[in-house]
């Protein structure tokens, strides 16, 4: 005679596996929207502060260059110009013995012609070191990344040495090709070129692509982004750049923007206007270059190590 036991069903099992529905606070979800746009706000303020920190200098150059010289050198001076004057253009535009027009030139020639080699040079070899197998490879790897410790202000006296025996002082070839090799910029692309899918490459390897056809048609169009940022950095550098033209460059004629404005001011007078009025010119193609240039900066950057 054998017994059946009853067990007793699960609640949760009986109706349909569905439990106690949580029970949700209006005032709870309230309170962490509240808190999500404080922190919003906040966050909002402190990035309007510091663009303000940051922009100041820049609006006071500006405003500074359309100042009277005495209304510019005065102690206690407000921003706003008074009364409002292009006297410091006319003067720095028209003086035979500033030719500003010309330095600008020499500064675009040079920066330009650093750049295409810096990309050049750069490009060529961080796809060696990222894509071809040779002995010594991580060796001369390391070898390039250690000379970013060197200080550049060592390499002055050897590369003024060099410069001399080729007969390039007083040219801009001083100062376009000293610095056309640049190992950040080996650096930079290898670690963009890493990040690069190798099915591409060996896809167009399939196709019977060269190694060069595979570099010039697949890797350098996929690279735009960083290119342009390399190419970017090494323009402002050399735009930037005032101890070493200062070096090599002893002519008038010669003299890049840095390096010329900086024969504007003496030890006995300073025309503050005149300076921030040759400032304005030296600034004007970098921020052109930056806002168009602005897209490919972020994604180069960002995607520049993805890989190592």
Known sequence: MSTTVERPQNPRRASGGAGPKPVTSSSGAGLAAGQSTGRTVLRYVVLTVLALIFISPLVFMILTSFKTSNDAGAV??????????TQAYESILSASGTPVLRWFANSMIAALGNALLVVITSSLAAYALARMQFRGQRLVFAAIIATLFVPPV???IPNYLIVGELRWLNTLLAVIVPTAASAFGVF???????GIPLELEEAARLDGASPWGIFWRVVLPLSRPALATLALLSLLTNWNDFLWPVYVLFGPDAQTLPAGLSTLQSANNVRYDLLMAGAVIASVPVLILFVFLQRFIIEGVSRSGLKG
């Open 154 to 156: 060592i390499l002055i």
């Open 76 to 85: 206690g001076a407000s921003w706003i110009p008074s009364p409002f004057t």
């Open 188 to 194: 930079f692309l290898r670690q963009f070129f890493l």
